[in-house]
């Protein structure tokens, strides 16, 4: 029944995206990625630096994989950042309507994923007997947001 799932999941986030606290807690602060543009640009310069020196013999294989290893776990924070902030602004256009949760229900579903993933966390328990049909009690939403008001009585 994942058709049912869904659409229990979505109708709880909707209700959930009305509310005003949960509203202002999603809102978007205008983000500036330069900085980790940036970083990451400097990072890249700097593997590029390694190769180069290693090429030209100032420095050895075991110091060029070390040092590489190093930037590239510095490049995986950075790519980090910037991939979690992208996805707290892709849930940006719903905030523009009067009906934030229509909004979200009409959006594409990566806005639609983001906003989720931003509200609440989704938990389906298995079914206490095989066999058993489709409950909404089998499925718990836990809210992420603070003073997250409960949608429906299957919230935990």
Not at 39 to 47: G, Q, S, V
Not at 72 to 96: T, Y
Not at 115 to 122: D, I, P
Request: net charge neutral; proline share 7%.
């Amino acid at each position: 029944m994942p058709a049912a799932t869904d659409d229990h999941v979505m109708s709880d986030v909707a209700k959930l995206v009305r509310d005003p606290r949960i509203a202002s807690h999603l809102q978007p602060a205008a983000v500036d990625l330069s900085a980790e543009r940036e970083e990451r640009a400097d990072l890249t310069r700097r593997l590029e630096s390694f190769e180069r020196d290693y090429a030209l013999g100032h420095i050895t294989g075991p110091q060029l994989a070390k040092s590489t290893a190093l930037v590239e776990a510095q490049i995986a924070k950075v790519d980090d950042r910037l991939a979690k902030a992208i996805r707290r602004n892709a849930s940006s256009p719903i905030f523009n309507a009067a009906d934030l949760g229509a909004a979200f229900l009409a959006a594409p579903i990566d806005v639609q994923r983001s906003v989720l993933a931003s509200v609440m966390q989704v938990e389906i328990v298995p079914a206490a007997r095989s066999g058993a049909s489709w409950s909404t009690d089998r499925v718990r939403l836990h809210p992420l947001a603070p003073s997250a008001p409960q949608a429906t009585p299957a919230l935990v």
